[in-house]
């Protein structure tokens, strides 16, 4: 198909879903009135009055009227990972690797127990620091009462997963009936921990310690996954007890699923990892586990280590009489730099961006500086194989957080987009490719010599708007000379995202590469109405989170990095 024809379908596909979008967003219904401050039970400190709003698309404030249970916390929370029933297949589990856990089957990686079935303690544990090394976030800004009760979810699934393997098993097995008492031992088997698995004192590592340890990582075979100096370059092909891929560990890197301190070091040695290839070390005597707890360590330092957990920040947005004027102003010394951690959803090492916040209001706008490192510009997506640089920033102001990734259908997030623009605007396509405007006009063998869109007349940019419904309709996706990049969209949940109507798009933003460095501002009205997104008041705090696209690793969609929610605070204007 010449490149003509393929440019009128694509803008008659953008028509339609510009049509679809607009008839989504007229379609909803108001919110209700804002509800009055309360306890947040999710948080564990004073909620934020919701804010109304109404027309085309509101955001409507979730509204807790009572503490939430096990299930509805874990729906929240987690469900859109883990899935609905706890098996691993949530909406969201396709844009993850490694796999989001499936809970119900699989063995858990990280136990303190002899039998390898983890405790309460073993589970809070994760939920308290996450996993690095995966998408898992750390829930630590939950209250203790909604982490215990997350615990108990899991534990169900669990106790749910053993029942089904075993009644499917003697199913399997010609078994006619079943008998409940075995079932039940089973079940008690898989799912009650034994005893903590004992580790002596292990003092403060010397150099003969590590020494030895250093001999016996390479006598224990630990080489050849990990590689000769712990880089994780040994055996790279490997799958899990899914049959899932995996890969051993970067040890210089610091990045441990697990918590780094001694004792934990020593009991993954002694123990293993159930489920995955880093076997259990029983023919180790407790020295030597110690000796080698001591080396694996010395690969990496503290510093590493704590770089490695996501962390909540306070972000303040400072008061300032007027809104800085660029992204260099000097007025942003004002506002103190935010260094927010992030993680890929699909991992890939050395991902981290080093991501700095600022924010900035005069008590009608608000802006927000983001910067962060980014070895090349990518600007144009015009080839198939090229993807942009973007940056994008999730905002909720309610009292109880919906999910991390793009909300729930009770609480919709709003979000701020910005796509890396070329500075002279996009090139035309028939430039990348003037040959496949029309290669061969039909029932002729003769190459055409001349392409098409040399003739006069024939470029996209000189059609007239009418003919081009996409474009003329304020559809974001068709890229427009001197655009900013900018775009407001909501999402009410994983693969729910939508554009917002022309008149309610009020973020503007711009961005800069230099050096390495991408600095990008986005601005917007404090107060805004209804389908233009949620409202921000000085004094008060709402939820930010963040995402970041590096064109340059093929990022696009849900690959991407991500910040777990963080809180912005409005400073109030002096009186």
Known sequence: MGMMAEGLKRDR????????????????QPSAPPPTPRQDTTRGDAGVGGQRTSGETAVPVAVATKPLTATELYTRHCAACHGDQGDGQGLAARFIYPKPRNLRASPYRLVSTVNGVPSREDIEAMLVRGMPGSAMPSWAH??????????DEVLRFRREGAREEIIRTLKEQGEEQIDEQEVKQFV????????????????????????????????????????NEGRGDGQQKMVDAEGLPTRPRDL????????????????RIALGMPGTPMPASANLKPEEITDLVNFLRSLSTDAQREA??????????????KLPGDQASSQWEMSPAVRLRMTPLWWRDDADPGLTVQAVHDGRDIAIRLRWQDATSNSDAARTQAFRDAIAVELYRGTVEPFLGMG????????????????TGPPDVEQIYPRT???????????????????????????????????????????????????????????????????????????????????????????????????????????????????????????????????LLLEKPPH
Not at 196 to 225: M, N, T, W
Request: proline share 8%.
């Open 13 to 28: 596909i953008e028509f339609m879903i510009c049509a679809f979008l607009a008839w989504m967003a007229v379609g909803c």
């Open 142 to 151: 939950l209250s203790p009462r909604d982490r215990s009760l997350l615990v």
């Open 188 to 227: 008690e088997n898989r799912t009650l921990p034994a005893a903590v698995f004992a580790v002596p004192a292990i003092g403060p590592p010397d150099a003969k310690s590590i020494a030895r340890g250093k001999e016996l990582y390479v006598k224990q075979s630990c080489h050849s996954c990990h590689g």
């Open 252 to 267: 210089t890197r610091g990045i441990y699923k697990g918590s780094p301190d001694p004792t934990s070091f020593y009991r």
């Open 308 to 321: 490695s957990l996501l962390k909540r920040e306070q972000i303040v947005a400072k008061y300032v009489a």
């Open 408 to 423: 729930s259908t009770d609480a919709p997030v709003d979000v701020w987009f910005w796509q890396a623009e070329p500075p």
């Open 437 to 567: 405007v029309v290669d061969q006009y039909p029932l002729s063998e003769k190459t055409v010599s001349t392409a098409e869109y040399q003739r006069p007349g024939t470029q996209r940019k000189e059609q007239p708007d009418i003919s081009l419904p996409a474009k003329a309709s304020g559809n974001p996706v068709v890229p427009a000379a001197g655009a900013s990049g900018s775009s407001s969209l909501t999402a009410s949940g994983p693969g729910s995202v939508a554009f917002r109507l022309p008149k309610s798009r009020l973020v503007t933003a711009r961005g800069q590469w230099r050096e390495g460095r991408w600095t990008v501002v986005m601005t917007r009205p404090l107060v805004v109405e209804g389908a233009s997104g949620v409202s921000l008041v000085p004094g008060e705090r709402a939820s930010i989170a963040l995402a970041v696209w590096d064109g340059d690793h093929r990022d696009r969609n849900g690959q991407k990095l991500i910040s777990i929610w963080q809180d």
